[in-house]
């Protein structure tokens, strides 16, 4: 495993982290506590230190999971980082309940990475609204918070705004080939580099849109490049995603929201190369190609976070824009339809245009219109 220095830490980083929020899940979405906390000490055991977990992922059970997971002497072995959810703070005493509740469910006497999460322009303003800065500063001052910094999914002047508003000692952007002039972007990472503040990056896989159900004409390349000597055959669209991130200047960390063993093998596999960080003129060339073939396949940006549910139509909003993408990615294959007609419990035509979703969207995707299409291509 390679590791890093962070500015703020006495101890390295693993470069992986791993992310808490898509943990393995039963036919009826509950998780399984032993085999995700078996999980998480598996990847402890491989050599990442890095936990990360938010107060509603898996409504509120990732934190606990975590927790238990850390007994046994693994809470010395990992930093932990947690989440403020601004967008459910409605008083400045919903910070303290939160991070109450936060603290009871780590059963932990503080937390090393503390982050006001998904900041964009309303959650700023009620960081803003309701003191959030100055609260973190006296959780810190009182020993319950190690580290502070912020996750974003605003625009790059938002970035800036945010950056200089607070000695901040860490962020989390999102970041990886296809969104690299989105969000925070290319020039985010360089200006928080600048400013001697450690990047972690998220979504290096976009959700796993860049591993799983990889189009044909993106296979064509990847395999081109290994016909031709570029890379060896045995690399994977996985190895070529986090390769582009960890070659970027500034990059700290990178998560990986990995839910099964195989997945944390893989990774750490990846991740323990010398290389990783090494990226040709070559590499970056069919990187490109890559990337302009997907913008041209992939019609609507959604990462699967799910901030966007639930939804009052029990719509399951990510799992819908998944099939409408791969539907257009895949020249509109008939089995895409019969998976969604057949598997999916309810319909894109049966939103209500309330836009719940929308507002929660940290890619601030037009869902309705989403919805409307998914309707119209699929019938219902």
Known sequence: MIYRKFKALDKEISLLGMGVMRLPMDEQGRVNNQECIDLIRHAVDKGINYIDTAFTYHDGMSERIVGM??????REKVIVADKMP????????????????????????????YLLHNIIPPNWKKVMKYNALEWLQKKKDEGLIKHIGFSFHGDYKLFKEVIGAFPWEFCQIQLNYIDRDEQATLKGLEYARQKGIDVIVMEPLKGGRLTDNVPPSVQKIWNKAADEGVVSKDRSPAEWAFKWVCAQPGVSLVLSGMNSIEQIDNNTAIFSKEDIHVLSEDEQSIIDEVTAEYKDKIRYGC??????????????????????????????????????TKWMASHASDCI????????CPQTLKIIDIMKDAAKEFGE
């Open 303 to 340: 990462t699967g976070c799910g901030y966007c549910i639930p939804c009052p139509q029990k719509l399951d909003i990510p799992g819908i824009i998944d099939y409408i993408n791969v539907w257009y990615a895949y020249n509109k294959n008939p089995s895409t339809k019969f998976e969604y």
């Open 86 to 113: 601004m967008w459910l703070c409605r008083s400045e005493e919903d910070l303290d309940r939160y991070f109450e509740k936060q603290i009871k469910r780590l059963d932990m006497d503080y937390i090393d990475m």
């Open 353 to 360: 245009a309330c836009g719940q979703c929308e507002e929660k």
């Open 69 to 74: 997971a850390l007994k046994d002497g693994y």
